[in-house]
């Protein structure tokens, strides 16, 4: 089973000035936004574990990925061109949640929440390896890409089949661990696949944002 370990993403000052909007104009907000980068980039080792499984269409709603039962709900269809799809848990560890929770005791909560913020924004970027894998995948089948699918974040499929999803990994590989509730931990993880497939139309992973009834507020969309 894959592993990639010791990754070490570039991240953009610019993506969590965005974040902050007019606040970032601040000096001072300016300065700690700069440290928070600085401390995440300092902190971030990203690590991610995957593996290609068949896919199978059971109905409109339910589908067989390897050998687990996953039901998607009423957006399924994202998934039905599929034949096959690549799953993955992708981690940035745990020391920038530690000083996260250091930083909040020592009542220091701005620079605990631009550092969380930080950390969502490295999660993101860690999984670029992923997309190349993907991506030269279906160049060398001629095949198309689905959007990338997420437990929790796809509307109707549930965080609880997120346990369902990650059986087919290896967790522990990365340092992985997922709670009976499907949480995984270091919270600053996540799962999800994307399916490949010759009636696929599109050359390159996408997203699901606008299915999200946050669709129009989400400073992360894309």
């Known amino acids: 089973m894959p592993v990639i370990a010791n990754l070490h993403p570039a991240l953009s000052l610019d993506d969590l000035l965005h974040f902050l909007g007019q606040a970032a104009e601040r000096p001072k907000v300016n300065e700690l936004a700069r440290w928070a980068i600085d401390e995440a980039q300092r902190l971030v080792f990203s690590a991610i574990v995957y593996e290609w499984f068949t896919v199978q269409a059971l109905d409109s709603e339910r589908f067989k990925v390897g050998d687990a039962l996953l039901h998607l709900g009423p957006h399924a269809d994202l998934l039905a061109p599929a034949r096959e799809a ?7 560890g745990s020391a920038l949640e530690e000083r996260v929770q250091t930083l909040l005791a020592e009542g220091r909560l701005f620079e605990g929440y631009l550092l969380d913020t930080a950390g969502v924004i490295a999660l993101g970027v ?21 959007p990338a699918l997420s437990p929790g974040s796809l509307p109707g499929w549930t965080i609880n089949e997120q ?5 087919l990994l290896d967790l522990s590989a990365i340092g992985v661990a997922i709670t009976d509730a499907g949480i995984l931990s270091p919270q600053k993880s996540g799962a999800g696949l994307v399916g490949i497939g010759p009636d696929y139309a599109a050359k390159h992973i996408g997203s699901t944002c ?9 400073q992360f969309r894309h």
């Open 86 to 92: 690549l799953v993955s848990v992708c981690t940035i």
């Open 126 to 146: 860690s999984g670029e390896p992923l997309r190349c894998v993907v991506e030269e995948e279906a160049v060398r089948r001629g095949w198309g890409i689905s």
């Open 163 to 167: 346990r369902t999803l990650c059986a």
């Open 210 to 218: 606008h299915l999200c009834r946050l669709r129009n507020t989400c």
